[in-house]
């Protein structure tokens, strides 16, 4: 199975879980990971079959199907980010962003899909500042850096590492956006017909992973995946396996669906009518891989 992940992050902790703890193997499955580092690029190749599996933004489906693919939502990956805004020092207000750069993963998807809604409700206009796509989180951390960038939307720790060198931060996510729904994973119809036990075996070990991650026992070890991971110091992970044990596994719902799909209307300028969030969710797989199964199983015998 070829799974296919735009950045490096927490939201991708339960993964590394899942690697680290071989409950893929365990399911029956060979799963290889890439990263991508653009969500383009990966929704390009996810639609033209070089990988299975995509971990996207729900507008990635969304605008997808709506130019004809055949992507759809499988599951949950990860509650929405707390994704900070981050500035470069010189940067005390939104009117600082006049006639600067903005680095992004993908200018019109994605979290810049959001960026761009709070900078319109800030009273900037498209032509104030330019959006610059430099790729995943480390790669927009870096572009901050170094200058190339006056901000961003980063996640943890990428964020935080820049806030303690002086850089500053705006607002979260979380707090301009708080019902935004998170990363799903993702798949093509036509591959998820033909391959329903390896789907639902991959549920099975990414659930495995979220229940593990939740358990207060494991706390010593999941601290040590992620900073082997994200080279982040024992603090932050250890405040990010809280975060994660006070919260319930992510679910992906249709009202969270037509909230993105207000936003990727409005800014694709679409003018067709809007359907039912089914178009693009398909939750069958998740029912079938939560079902309790039997402990054992008896054989028939003949009257």
């Given at each position: 199975m070829r799974l296919a992940v735009i950045s490096e992050g927490l939201n991708a902790w339960p993964l590394y879980v899942a690697q680290t703890r071989r409950f893929f193997e365990q399911q029956g499955l060979d799963v290889q990971v890439t990263l991508t580092g653009s969500s383009a690029k990966q929704l390009e190749a996810l639609n033209e079959g070089g990988y299975d599996i995509g971990l996207q933004q729900v507008d990635h489906i969304v605008r997808g199907v709506e130019q004809g693919s055949e992507?759809?939502?499988?599951?949950?990956?990860?509650?929405?980010?707390?994704?900070?805004?981050?500035?470069?020092?010189?940067?005390t207000s939104f009117a600082d962003f006049r006639g600067r750069v903005l680095a992004v993963d993908g200018a019109r998807s994605g979290y810049a899909l959001l960026l761009r809604k709070l900078l319109a409700d800030q009273g900037l206009k498209d032509e104030d500042y330019r959006f610059r796509e430099f790729g995943g989180s480390r790669e927009r951390f870096e572009a901050l850096r170094n200058g190339a960038a006056a901000a961003s939307l980063l996640n943890p720790p990428f964020d935080r590492w820049l806030v303690a060198g002086g850089y500053r931060r705006l607002g979260t996510i979380a707090g301009f956006f708080p019902t935004y729904p998170g990363p799903v994973a993702a798949a093509r119809r036509s591959w998820a017909a033909r391959h329903k036990a390896e789907l639902v075996a991959f549920i099975r070990a990414l659930d495995s992973a979220y229940a593990w991650l939740q358990d207060g026992n494991n706390r010593d070890q999941a601290i040590a995946i992620l900073q082997a991971r994200l080279k982040t110091d024992h603090g932050l992970a250890s405040e990010a396996f809280d975060r994660v044990g006070a919260r319930p596994r992510p679910e992906v719902s249709a009202d969270g669906v037509r909230q993105v799909m207000d936003v990727v209307w409005d800014a694709e300028g679409f003018t067709q009518p809007k359907g039912a969030p089914g178009r693009y969710i398909d939750l069958s797989y998740c029912v079938t891989a939560r079902r309790p199964r039997s402990l054992s199983v008896q054989n028939p015998t003949n009257s």
């Open positions: 992507l759809f939502i499988f599951m949950a990956h990860a509650h929405a980010p707390d994704l900070s805004l981050v500035a470069a020092p010189a940067v």
